[in-house]
């Protein structure tokens, strides 16, 4: 019975950094989620959200101070891309430059500073700014842009689909059914 005793604060210690902990994550993935939503609103909508509309939305109004930033920039994610794919090689940069960075000039951030309030004391010494950043490209993917249906204007559709075409319409029989199978599967859009 007294060792039961003994270890009652140590329960009891163990149980409240519990709650503290699990207080904790909800609040950096309430603030994650917030900051995935103000770039992709951005991006979709072309509506940057406020602080004050984020909090509302995404936050529940527990936060008590929002800070949010939306740098624009070419030097992003395209910039890098389009460096590493021109020395590939030519061709791959031409495709690279019709595909990608014509369809996506810049790249858009979401930078998103969280303060959630407590009134508990141990838990206020603890509390901290929550910031999180989010990078979404310029525009959204357009799926028409990839598929390989036949008589489309994709680029590269366009760009692997005679050769492939041509090696699946030369598999002779009794292969020729999986060859009509696997052109099947990626002619029709998924």
Same mark, same amino acid.
């Given at each position: ?40 609103? *951005? ?8 602080? +004050? $509309? &984020? /909090?509302? @939305? ?14 624009? *920039? ?8 389009? +460096? $590493? &794919? /021109?020395? @590939? ?102």
């Amino acid at each position: 019975m007294i060792e039961f005793v003994l270890v009652v604060p140590l329960l009891a210690t163990v149980l409240v950094l519990t709650f503290f902990f699990g207080w904790a994550m909800k609040n950096q993935q309430q603030t994650i989620v917030a900051d995935r939503y103000a770039a992709w609103q *951005g991006v979709l909508a072309n509506d940057w959200p406020t602080g +004050g $509309e &984020i /909090n509302t @939305v995404s936050l529940g109004g527990q936060a008590a101070t929002i800070n949010v930033d939306y740098p624009v *920039g070419t030097a992003g994610v395209v910039a890098r891309f389009a +460096g $590493e &794919i /021109n020395a @590939v090689g030519p061709e791959a940069a031409v495709l690279a430059q019709d595909v990608y960075v014509q369809q996506c000039p810049q790249s858009h951030y979401a930078n998103l500073s969280t303060v959630f309030p407590t009134s508990v004391g141990l838990w206020a010494s603890m509390n901290g700014d929550i910031s999180w950043s989010h990078i979404r490209e310029g525009l959204e993917w357009r799926r028409g842009q990839m598929y390989f249906e036949e008589g489309s204007a994709s680029v590269v559709g366009n760009t692997f689909y005679p050769s492939l075409d041509q090696a699946l319409g030369s598999i002779p029989s009794p292969g020729d059914t999986v060859g009509t199978a696997f052109r099947q599967l990626y002619l029709t859009r998924w």
